[in-house]
Each structure stands twice: as C-alpha cells, then as structure tokens.
C-alpha cells in the first residue's frame, strides 16, 4: 500500500508539473492556444516545433525587416544576421515555455531591448 501510495504522489506531481509548464505562456501566442498544443509542436509534445511550424504563421522576411538596424549596428539583426543569414533555428533563440536569449548573445554583446 504505501508503494502504491509513493506512485500515486509521483504520478500527480509529475501531472502538475507538466500543467505548471504549460501554463507559462506568452501573449503574443495566445490565438493558438486553443487550437491545441499539436498547432505547434508538430514533432510531438516532448520536441520542440519545428521551423516550419513558425513559420506557418511567422514570415522570416517580415521578421528580418523589422529587427533591420541602420549604421553601426546594421550587422546585428538576429533574423539575417552575417552567421546563419535568415536560417538561425527559430528554437535556438526563442521559447514559448521558457525564457531563452538570442543565439548572438553567446558571443556578442549586443542589445535586443524587444526581444520576445
């Protein structure tokens, strides 16, 4: 009985866990939430989403033109950056359940004050 008892607050606080995880959400994500986690975890619940699954609804182009910076700073838009161009992984940079940093911030110093 208490080893039944050992997998039962085991199993339930596993279950909380995941539903704690869950709920750290972002905002700006919000119109998907409904339609299910599958809308963007397309390579299964444990993995996160894909490129493609970003880009479904993300335009790597319109993100590229709205990180651009002029002068000094041209050369640091983490959406077309001189490394990967527009071909960073979008999951190496941004997370929807936990708080990441850009993928440039590894090596640079660089200022991102919107980054999401």
Request: aromatic residues 6%; contains cysteine; proline residues 3%.
């Amino acid at each position: 009985m208490k080893l039944l008892n050992t997998l039962l607050v085991l199993t339930l606080g596993a279950c909380l866990a995941v539903s704690a995880q869950a709920r750290d959400k972002r905002d700006y994500h919000e119109m998907v939430y409904d339609s299910g986690c599958k809308t963007c975890h397309d390579q299964g619940l444990k993995s996160f989403p894909s490129d493609e699954s970003c880009l479904q609804c993300h335009d790597m182009a319109e993100l590229a033109e709205q990180t651009k910076r002029e002068g000094h700073d041209a050369k640091q838009n983490p959406h077309d950056s001189m490394h990967y161009g527009q071909e960073a992984p979008c999951m190496e940079c941004h997370g929807e359940h936990t708080k990441k940093q850009a993928l440039c911030m590894d090596c640079h110093n660089f200022d991102y004050p919107k980054f999401k």
